[in-house]
């Protein structure tokens, strides 16, 4: 993925201290189950005697069932994730469909489980994520989010990982909440319903996989309609992130 440049520079001696094997404990941890038990979720649930089904669940500004909070959930837009300060993985919202792919694939035997058990350990991976949970664990530079598009120079497919970080209501550190998204349906319908397109910034410093081999006009979604002057244009305005018809 792409990361900002404030992220690149970080100092990996400090992040890569990560406890990815969540041998610490949150205010919440439940103690006393094993974190990789595929079982966890319904034995941490029977420990504690966690509210399910119709059982009422008071927010700071709502009243709730639990199955109203799935059914809510499972029809979100995006993918959520969430990770406790003690990186503990510990909630994911389900998709309606059981055949549907996600894009950063959770199942529900993996809640519970460890940051190390969740990501795979191959490449950049875990250390990618580390320096993702430290950056906000530590307010990097004074950052509370991080923003990731995944690079892949297809402008049909816009995917984005966007981390937040999570506070308390004393504003102490309680873990990160992870959404991710393929943008594309979302800017394809603002571009046909106001008449604008997709296009390519070439004067741009980044970006440079999106740009290659990318066709704007192809992939635009924009309004057929065409006004005079443009074609009088031989390339197109890159004073914003789109041109208007």
């Given at each position: 993925m792409a990361e900002p440049k404030w992220l690149q520079n970080m100092n990996s001696d400090e992040y890569l201290k990560e406890d990815f094997d969540a041998k610490g404990k949150s205010k919440y941890t439940i103690e006393g189950i094993d974190k990789n038990d595929p079982d966890w979720l319904d034995k941490a649930a029977k420990k504690v005697h966690a509210a399910e089904g119709d059982d009422y669940v008071k927010l700071d500004s709502g009243l709730l069932t639990v199955n109203q909070l799935n059914w809510m959930f499972r029809n979100t837009l995006g993918e959520m994730t969430f990770v406790d300060d003690n990186n503990q993985f510990l909630w994911y919202n389900r998709p309606v469909d059981p055949n549907?792919?996600?894009?950063?694939?959770?199942?529900?035997?993996?809640?519970?489980?460890?940051?190390?058990?969740?990501?795979?350990?191959?490449?950049?991976?875990?250390?990618?994520?580390?320096?993702?949970?430290?950056?906000?664990?530590?307010?990097?530079?004074?950052?509370?989010?991080?923003?990731?598009?995944?690079?892949?120079?297809?402008?049909?497919?816009?995917?984005?990982?966007?981390?937040?970080?999570?506070?308390?209501?004393?504003?102490?550190?309680?873990?990160?909440?992870?959404?991710?998204?393929?943008?594309?349906?979302?800017?394809?319908?603002?571009?046909?319903?106001?008449?604008?397109?997709?296009?390519v910034d070439d004067d741009a410093t980044t970006g440079a996989t999106y740009r290659r081999n990318s066709d704007p006009d192809a992939v635009s979604g924009a309004s057929k309609k065409k006004a005079p002057e443009e074609k009088k244009e031989e390339k197109p305005d890159t004073s914003t992130g789109a041109s208007e018809h």
């Open positions: 549907y792919k996600m894009k950063a694939k959770r199942t529900p035997d993996q809640v519970g489980d460890t940051m190390k058990a969740v990501h795979p350990d191959i490449r950049e991976v875990i250390p990618t994520a580390k320096k993702v949970v430290h950056a906000l664990r530590e307010k990097q530079d004074g950052h509370d989010d991080v923003y990731m598009p995944v690079p892949n120079g297809n402008l049909k497919k816009l995917i984005l990982h966007y981390y937040k970080r999570v506070e308390d209501d004393n504003g102490n550190y309680a873990g990160i909440y992870e959404w991710v998204q393929d943008l594309y349906p979302l800017v394809k319908y603002f571009c046909e319903t106001t008449g604008q397109k997709l296009v």
